[in-house]
């Protein structure tokens, strides 16, 4: 869709008012859906006044000092988010207008998501460290991998600030189990051999956050409670990162959650930010 059609898509609506965790009635999971759309609807207006004031003042152009096609990069990318932006309010839009029940997961509140993923994740710390460390106090952070800075997030490192988890708002309603085979891509990511994950994670949200989901904790969760249903492209023995979410560990460091199949079930890893990709790594799109 085109730059224009946001134009038309977005317009200033009233504000969201903050969701009750208890569970809600279709019509009022459909309200709390709709006015989600109206924040977004605001957000990429003032985006896209940003955009046009940029281009008015040549701000895309390239400035002094820096290479050639620096603004023109700068262009695309602000174009990319607006894409983006566009490509959630439609499916928003699709989902009321289909009529089909919506799923109490819209109600996407740090507490919800917690007890969510806590006995899992517990789960999780308690096979790589003791059983103490396993209760550590999980934090939820949501937020998009669009906005995060992973070559800074790479060298942020505060092990007390063990138990913080990242998670994709975009990915935390989908069904997961009737994905067609077909709108998961695997990337070819063989020149990275060698990089950090932290170029990686760039590369990806660069390249694709306009097409695809970069899903992280919930699927890594998904996968491994759902052996028997997960996709068989994807049981060949490589290395599967979930972008859409960074854990910090024990060590303080913040790491991309990764899983690989192992003969009847899948084994769950995490990498950190300034590791190197190896030859064996990849990683799970869903085509938006």
Not at 23 to 52: F, W
Not at 118 to 134: G, H, I, M, N, P
Not at 161 to 172: A, C, I, R, S
Not at 247 to 266: A, K, M, Q, Y
Request: hydrophobic letters at 35%.
């Amino acid at each position: 869709m085109s730059l224009e059609s946001i134009t038309h898509i977005a317009k200033a609506t009233q504000k969201p008012e903050a969701s009750p965790s208890s569970e809600k009635s279709q019509a009022e999971l459909r309200q709390i859906l709709t006015e989600k759309m109206d924040l977004l609807r605001i957000s990429t207006l003032n985006q896209l006044d940003i955009y046009e004031d940029k281009l008015e003042k040549g701000e895309f152009d390239d400035q002094e000092g820096e290479p050639s096609g620096s603004g023109e990069k700068r262009k695309i990318q602000m174009q990319k988010e607006l894409l983006n932006a566009d490509a959630k309010l439609d499916k928003m839009k699709g989902m009321l207008d289909s009529g089909e029940e919506l799923s109490q997961g819209l109600i996407l509140t740090s507490e919800n998501l917690k007890l969510q993923n806590q006995v899992f994740l517990q789960e999780t710390f308690k096979a790589w460290y003791d059983e103490a460390r396993s209760k550590v106090e999980q934090v939820p952070i949501l937020v998009s991998p669009i906005d995060q800075d992973f070559a800074t997030l790479k060298d942020d490192i505060d092990s007390t600030k063990f138990g913080e988890y990242t998670l994709n708002p975009d990915t935390q309603n989908l069904d997961f189990e009737n994905i067609p085979e077909s709108k998961i891509l695997i990337p070819d990511l063989s020149a990275f051999v060698g990089q950090s994950l932290s170029e990686v994670a760039k590369h990806l949200v660069d390249t694709y956050s306009n097409t695809h989901y970069l899903p992280g904790v919930e699927y890594w969760k998904w996968l491994i409670e759902n052996p028997t249903k997960s996709p068989a492209k994807l049981k060949d023995g490589n290395y599967y990162f979930n972008f859409g979410s960074l854990i910090r560990l024990s060590d303080g460091g913040w790491r991309v959650p990764c899983t690989h199949w192992s003969g009847s079930g899948w084994h769950r890893h995490a990498d950190r930010l300034d590791d190197a990709w190896d030859q064996s790594y990849r990683v799970v799109l869903l085509e938006i």
